[in-house]
Each structure stands twice: as structure tokens, then as C-alpha cells.
């Protein structure tokens, strides 16, 4: 935990900490309290991507100022909650690198408080017992110039106490009553046209079991914990602003021990996928993918398990920034900002995905030789690594052609020389076919005296650079090629399974890889030379039997500015 900051000390970086700092600021309405967040997600569905941006905003705010943020599960609504998710969010979020000590807190932690709260509303004559139905409700709602009705609304509160408590006690079935805040139905605010604060649910919660069949509205419980909790600052997203004025008068109304603020920010909006959790859950319970993990979804466990670092996701939410005003990012700025951490710390190794074998017929056979190669030039700590290297090898198919097209600079017959990576030049001098004319053997001569293959030795070669893997040592292993789920940058408009790509996924097999890949850890990630970056599978993959996701291409589509 780190100690509260003298205010000069903290340099603002959005609108939120200029908000705080004036609340902190000597006459301030938090002066002498340390800063207090929470970060407060709803179990019923694995966080996402847009999710990251509220957890850098909550624990990020905190943290500046040198105050804590707490997390809280709210818990309110036991129809879809499950443990489930409430383990896979607390992971998720120490993966990032986030903590929240010993502050973990469950909305159902206070149902008694909030319960309790609600009969004081009804003694104060701020909240009564209505038997409308939602539909009637509904109906009865009125518009800007019409007040909303409620034949209810001046019953006794002595009669409305006793419902309220043969509601707590089960005589009543589901939708039969509701208890409704007592404030304004000619408001302009249609949140503050005398909301429901409590609805009538008979289904067991994950943590209280039965003991519950009424349950608080979000909008009721939300300022009652942030206030139980002593939260100074409760930062949400910028659709929660038109519920702020009843944020604000739960605070007011309720004795509470203490008086959070409300402030929002915009929500994190990205393109060419879906961030909500409904269409995130018909994904997963349609089969269209290999759940909520799948390396497609936006979710951060599919995110990490393609092989996205903390570092990165973090760098993105950051550099994003925190604004009031509602944007989309490009998918392809997160993926920059991966490619940027990977760039720095991913080893290199050789991979070929589409094996083609290539023999120097000029090598002697049965001979083997180690190269010493780097891993990562831009990581000299990473040191070097050692390599085979024999006769027989496996390279691109793309890198040969019988017959040359225009500006084809690899190997074809009595083409120019090329280099093989950190080994040697070589040429083609001919290749072998089966039956149907496909390709099944290429076959080249090396130049010895050229060995470790550095365009630094000073000679000119017209051809490319090319990677390879020696055939016999090569780690073979299934490779899964990952782009967009979606076709379209905005499915969110109309039917979003209409718009699923057919081209999300490719799987490759009999890939051909280093042998030093062989003891490459779960979520381990590489840059295979000329292909992208990689990981291992974290959850296909077995002894004998490797699966690498592609977790970026190495072409940066991301134009800043544009």
C-alpha cells in the first residue's frame, strides 16, 4: 500500500485528477481522507478488453494520489452470477498487475444495510410499496411533457412497511410488487420518475442461498456500498451520468457513514468485435467459440491466452487517455501496442509454416553443425542461442518458384544466390515433383566459405534472406493462424453473428520449428522471423504434441493520427 500524496506531487494526467485534487485540496469536500476507488464488476461473464480501461482508471487513480481501490463483485442479481466468474475476474486482474489487498468486498455483503435502508426511505415517506406491473409501468411512464402515474404512490407508509416485509418473507411471486424510491414522476430525469429500488426475485444467490427473495435494484445498491465502503471517489462510465441525481439522493436520503462522489468517463469502444457480454455469451453458448477463453474474443483470458502481455493492455489503456466524450479505437492500435512489448522481449526463432524441404546436394552428408544465432537485437540481455544445421531442411513453399515471376528475389533454377538466416548462402539447382506436379523437393548447392550467412561480410547477393528450420532436429507442431472475428467494423450493427469471418481461424499442421521450441512454456511468446509473433497454447497444448497461437502479424497496419 502506498502512503497518501502531498497534492503538488501529483501530476495530473486527466479530468478525474483534477476532480480529485479539488476534492483534496485544503476546503475540499474529501480534505485529510485518503483517496478511496473501487472497481465494482457484475459476476455474470469474464471481463473484456473495455473492462481494462475501467480497472486502470480505478486502481490507476488510486495509486497516483497514493490512496487504495477496492474490488467488489456486485452481486445483486443471482439470475446469471456464478463463482465461476468471480474466480476468473479476480485472476484476470492480478494478471494485469493490479491488487486490492485484503479490500474485497460482495455487493450481498451489505443486503441487510440496504434492506434495512429501504424501510427508513419508507418511514421517511421516500419509498412505498406499488403493484404495478412493468408493462403498466411502462405504460405509465409519461413523456417530457406528461407526468408518469403510480395509483400506489400515496399509500400509507405504514401499509407499505408491512408489504415490504411480507415481500422479505415470501408471500408474494415474482413481478407481483416492487418498492419504488418516492421522488419526482414529473422529473425530466426519467431515472428520478419515482424508481424501483427493490423487485421480487425466488431464485437462490450464489452466496446467500435462499435466504433472499427480494433483491435491490443497481441503481439502489451502487451508491449504498460505495458509501458503506467509504469510497471517496466512484468513478464510472459515462452512461451512468444520467443516474448520478439519484447516485446522489440514496447518499442524501439513507443514513450512511459516508458521502461518495460520483464522477463517469468514457467508455472504451473498439471496432471490429463486440464488448457485450450478452452477445459475448451467445458466442460462447452457440459454439461459434471455443469459449469464453478463445483467443478471437475480446475478453482478457482470450486476449491472454493469444498471447497479449499486461504490459501491453496496459499501455493501451493508458495511452488511449480518459475523456467525456464516447470514441471506438482501432483493433489495430491494440495490436500495435502488443507488437511494441513483443518487439522489446519476445525471443526470435525460425518457424516455417508451410514446410517444403530443401536439400544441399553439396553438403556432406550424415554431417550436423551448430550455429550460434542472436535472440533478440533489441534485448542483448537475451544473449544468443545455438541452432542445427544439416543437409536436409525445411523452408517456405513461398520461397520457391519453378518459374519466376517479376521482381522474384528467392529460389527458383538459375536464380540469384540467397542467404539462409545466421547460416549460409545458397542457390538453387534444381527440384523434384511428384506425380501431379507439386513440389516435393528443392535442391541447392551452399557456398562454405560464406557460413553465419551476415550481409556484413561484405558481399552483395541479389536474392533474399530467408528462414529455415533443420530437418533433423525439427520440433513439428500445430500452428493456429488468428485474425478479426468479426468481418465488418461495426457488427454491434444489426444481427452481429451475421458478420462472423470465416477467415478468424486457420489451423496449420505439420508445421516445422527450432528444436529449442520444444520446452517452450504455456503462454511463452516468440518472434518466428518473417511470420509474427506467437505463443504457446495455454490450454491445447501437451507434451509431444506443441500448438503456437499467432498473437499478432509483424506488419503494423496502425497509423498513428489517422
Not at 400506489?152 to 415490504?164: A, G, I, T
Not at 444467490?205 to 466512484?234: L, V
Not at 467459440?289 to 499501455?315: E, F
Not at 462472423?500 to 508445421?511: A, I, M
Request: a negative charge.
Amino acid at each position: 500500500m502506498s502512503e497518501t500524496k502531498n497534492l503538488d506531487e501529483v501530476v495530473s494526467t486527466n479530468f478525474i485528477d483534477d476532480f480529485v485534487k479539488e476534492d483534496m485540496a485544503p476546503g475540499g469536500r474529501t480534505e485529510g481522507m485518503r483517496v478511496h476507488t473501487r472497481f465494482p464488476p457484475e459476476p455474470n461473464g469474464y471481463l473484456h478488453i473495455g473492462h481494462a480501461k475501467a480497472i486502470y482508471v480505478d486502481f490507476g487513480t488510486a495509486d497516483r494520489f497514493g490512496g487504495v481501490c477496492n474490488l467488489r463483485m456486485d452481486d445483486t442479481n443471482p439470475t446469471k452470477e456464478d463463482v465461476e466468474y468471480v474466480e476468473a475476474i479476480k485472476e484476470d486482474i492480478h494478471w494485469l498487475g493490479y491488487d486490492w489487498g485484503d479490500r474485497f468486498y460482495y455487493a450481498s455483503d451489505y443486503f441487510e444495510d440496504m434492506y434495512k435502508g429501504a424501510e427508513e426511505l419508507i418511514e421517511k415517506g421516500l419509498a412505498y410499496v406499488c403493484e404495478l406491473t412493468q408493462e403498466e409501468m411502462r405504460e405509465m411512464r409519461g413523456d417530457l411533457t406528461t407526468p408518469a402515474r403510480s395509483p400506489y404512490r400515496d399509500r400509507p407508509k405504514e401499509e407499505s412497511l408491512d408489504l415490504f416485509r411480507r415481500m422479505r418473507a415470501g408471500e408474494f411471486e415474482d413481478g407481483k410488487m416492487t418498492l419504488r424510491a418516492r421522488i419526482d414522476l414529473a422529473s425530466g430525469n426519467f431515472n428520478m420518475r419515482d424508481p424501483v429500488i427493490y423487485r421480487i426475485n425466488h431464485k437462490a444467490h450464489h452466496r446467500t442461498g435462499d435466504k433472499w427473495c427480494i433483491y435491490p435494484m443497481y441503481d439502489y445498491a451502487h451508491p449504498f456500498e460505495d458509501a458503506m465502503e467509504c469510497i471517496t471517489h466512484s468513478l464510472c462510465s459515462l452512461e451512468f451520468e444520467d443516474h448520478r441525481p439519484f447516485y446522489d439522493w440514496v447518499v442524501e436520503n439513507v443514513t450512511l457513514p459516508s458521502k461518495p462522489r460520483q464522477i463517469e468517463f468514457a467508455r472504451l469502444g473498439i471496432n471490429n468485435t463486440v464488448m457485450s457480454k450478452r452477445k459475448l455469451r451467445a458466442l460462447v453458448e452457440g459454439n461459434y467459440v471455443d469459449g469464453w477463453d478463445d483467443p478471437r474474443m475480446p475478453t482478457l483470458c482470450g486476449l491472454r491466452r493469444r498471447g497479449y502481455t499486461p504490459r501491453a493492455i496496459r499501455n493501451f489503456s493508458e495511452r488511449n487517455g480518459v475523456s467525456k466524450v464516447n470514441s471506438t479505437v482501432e483493433y489495430a492500435f491494440l495490436e500495435h501496442c502488443l507488437r511494441e512489448d513483443l518487439n522489446q522481449h519476445a525471443r526470435r526463432v525460425m518457424g516455417v509454416l508451410h514446410p517444403v524441404k530443401l536439400v544441399l546436394t553439396n553438403y556432406p552428408e550424415g554431417k550436423t553443425e551448430m550455429l550460434t544465432v542472436e535472440n533478440n537485437p533489441n534485448c542483448p540481455e537475451d544473449g544468443t542461442r545455438e541452432v542445427s544445421f544439416s543437409r536436409t531442411l525445411w523452408i517456405e513453399a513461398e520461397d520457391f518458384l519453378t518459374e519466376p515471376v517479376p521482381k522474384y528475389k528467392r529460389l527458383y533454377p538459375g536464380g540469384p544466390e540467397c542467404r539462409l538466416k545466421g547460416a549460409y548462402l545458397v542457390k538453387c539447382v534444381g527440384y523434384e515433383t511428384d506425380n501431379e506436379g507439386n513440389v516435393t523437393e528443392i535442391h541447392g548447392e551452399f557456398d562454405p566459405d560464406s557460413r553465419g550467412g551476415d550481409p556484413a561480410d561484405g558481399r552483395k547477393v541479389k536474392g533474399a534472406t530467408l528462414h529455415w528450420v533443420d530437418a533433423e532436429t525439427a520440433l513439428t507442431a500445430q500452428v493456429r493462424l488468428y485474425d478479426n472475428l468479426f468481418s465488418v467494423e461495426s457488427p454491434e450493427e444489426g444481427d452481429f453473428l451475421d458478420y462472423l469471418s470465416e477467415t478468424s481461424l486457420e489451423v496449420l499442421e505439420g508445421c516445422k520449428l527450432e528444436q529449442g521450441l520444444r520446452d517452450a512454456k504455456p503462454g511463452e511468446s516468440f518472434q518466428f522471423m518473417r511470420q509474427g509473433y506467437f505463443c504457446v497454447d495455454s490450454k491445447d497444448a501437451k507434451p509431444g504434441a506443441p500448438v503456437f497461437n499467432r498473437s499478432v502479424k509483424l506488419k503494423d497496419s496502425f497509423k498513428p493520427g489517422k
